[in-house]
């Protein structure tokens, strides 16, 4: 399966997802013009990938910030986690970023997939 | 020359910071919140307001950002204002933006339900709203206003002035405590 490698900028996030070497990670600030444009191919990957998923994933979300059009998105793509066996979400956060934390704990609770909390 | 020094004298009574008046797009958004990030730097102020202030002004500055293409039409020249300012005990940021008359039951509505609202309630709506639950959501400002409120801590405070050719003047204020 193709590779998304998105280098992060001052308004979008750093995105890898390598099915290969299995890594799936979001990092850095979001907050795009258009949200739903940016993530749509992320969306879309993830749409193959669930066809034929490897035995364990684990999704990587280290959020520096986002903002509110972007957390519908990243709710979108924790929809479509569901469906994988052996999925655990990594939730990091900065280690005095409440606000953070409290982010993904809410999102924690919308979806059916595990989540792990991380500081760093 | 003289409005120069008045408005000098204004921002200083303010305490504004920052001022922003005209166009608002994405690039502008970005140098915006980099001038202030990097002001709030250099005064050494904590991570965690950093922060705050940074999620409100970009939820406030994208909302006008949105807010442009349906005055555009109707207003010759649109013009909207973004301020910043930096008291003792708090950060004030406050935008200033014409809206059709048409729409200004609408967001009086979803402010004065954000401001009804205690934490809890607030942590509700925000849910769902992004559930896509929330039939009052009509991909208007509502998310965006939730999550100022919640950063926030405090009510939102707003006016909706006339202007008299089918439009209001929107003016929005957001405070975040330094304490």
């Known amino acids: 399966m193709e590779i998304i490698f998105l280098e992060g900028t001052e308004d979008t996030p750093k995105i890898l997802l390598d099915q290969k070497n299995g890594i799936f990670e979001i990092s850095g600030r979001s907050l795009p013009e258009d949200s739903a444009e940016f993530y749509k191919p992320v969306l879309e990957w993830l749409e193959k990938y669930k066809q034929n998923p490897n035995a364990q994933t684990n999704w990587v979300f280290k959020l520096e910030y986002f903002n509110t059009a972007s957390s519908k998105l990243i709710l979108d793509i924790l929809s479509k986690l569901e469906s994988i066996p052996n999925i655990t979400v990594s939730w990091y956060f900065h280690e005095d970023d409440e606000d953070m934390e409290e982010a993904g704990e809410e999102f924690s609770e919308l979806v059916e997939v595990p989540f792990e909390f991380k500081t760093y | ?179």
């Open chain 2, 1 to 179: 020359m003289k409005y120069i020094y008045d408005l000098h004298k204004t921002m200083l009574a303010r305490n504004l910071i920052l001022v922003y008046e005209g166009e608002f797009t994405q690039e502008i958004t970005k140098s915006v919140l980099a001038m202030a990030e990097r002001n709030m730097e250099s005064m050494g102020e904590e991570s965690s307001i950093k922060r705050k202030v940074f999620n409100v002004m970009v939820e406030c500055l994208q909302n006008i950002v949105k807010h442009c293409e349906e005055t555009v039409e109707t207003n010759r020249k649109h013009t909207a204002i973004f301020m910043i300012g930096k008291q003792d005990d708090e950060y004030v940021i406050t935008s200033g933006n014409p809206v059709k008359d048409s729409s200004v039951p609408m967001l009086r509505e979803k402010l004065e339900k954000i401001n009804s609202l205690d934490k809890e309630g607030l942590k509700n709506l925000y849910k769902d709203i992004i559930k896509g639950t929330d039939i009052s959501e009509k991909g208007g400002a509502g998310l965006g206003f939730v999550d100022m409120a919640r950063k926030s801590g405090r009510p939102l405070e707003f006016d909706f002035e006339s202007l008299n050719n089918g439009l209001s003047f929107f003016s929005l204020k957001t405070t975040i405590s330094r304490q």
